[in-house]
């Protein structure tokens, strides 16, 4: 089973500029509230989270063709490397979200740019983000405009849920990691 510290090891040379290192920490810490939502291993679908945009920062145009050789190369395994495919699903892949964890990933890869574009704009960054204000930009379609807001609903309705639920998971899962996120309280200097 994939380690946290095993995805960041794969990670360290594939992924190195910081807004991307900051979405796979984004994305893998909603993973982990996911995973607590669920009943499962939190630090696994961390793990996958992390590691889910393995082959994006070296081939945007060709973003996951570069990553199930690498990766079971690499040891991860077909389970493992499957999950990451199928967060592009329709998109980039034809893997399809079949597991609550693959599902997951499909909906919050997306759904975890807007949470943090929400949270860079209030001065107590994402620590009283609500889902009553995410909601509200949410619908805003020229905020955040690349976050593919589709995709995220579509998520959502193959795990089941409603959108608001996912975010607030989500939401509270990158809330306690606020500081390490860049979305904590900012200081105010005069």
Not at 30 to 39: I, K, L, S
Request: glycine letters at 6%; hydrophobic letters at 35%.
């Amino acid at each position: 089973m994939l380690t946290l510290e095993r995805a960041k090891e794969l990670n360290k040379d594939m992924v190195t500029k910081d807004n991307l290192i900051i979405h796979s920490l984004n994305v893998s810490y909603a993973m982990g509230a996911m995973a607590r939502h669920f009943g499962e291993d939190e630090e696994y679908w961390q793990a996958i989270g992390y590691l889910h945009d393995y082959d994006y920062e070296k081939y945007p145009e060709e973003h996951l063709a570069h990553t199930k050789e690498p990766l079971l190369e690499a040891g991860v395994s077909e389970e493992d490397v499957r999950a990451i495919l199928s967060h592009g699903y329709g998109i980039c892949t034809d893997v399809k979200p079949e597991t609550n964890m693959e599902k997951s990933l499909f909906a919050i890869d997306e759904l975890t740019g807007i949470i943090q574009a929400c949270a860079r704009m209030r001065p107590k960054g994402i620590t009283d983000l609500s889902v009553k204000s995410f909601m509200k930009k949410f619908k805003d379609k020229k905020f955040a405009a690349k976050c593919n807001r589709e995709v995220i609903r579509q998520g959502c309705d193959l795990l089941g849920m409603e959108l608001r639920d996912v975010a607030e998971i989500c939401i509270e899962g990158m809330k306690e990691h606020a500081d390490e996120l860049g979305l904590g309280v900012k200081e105010v200097t005069i």
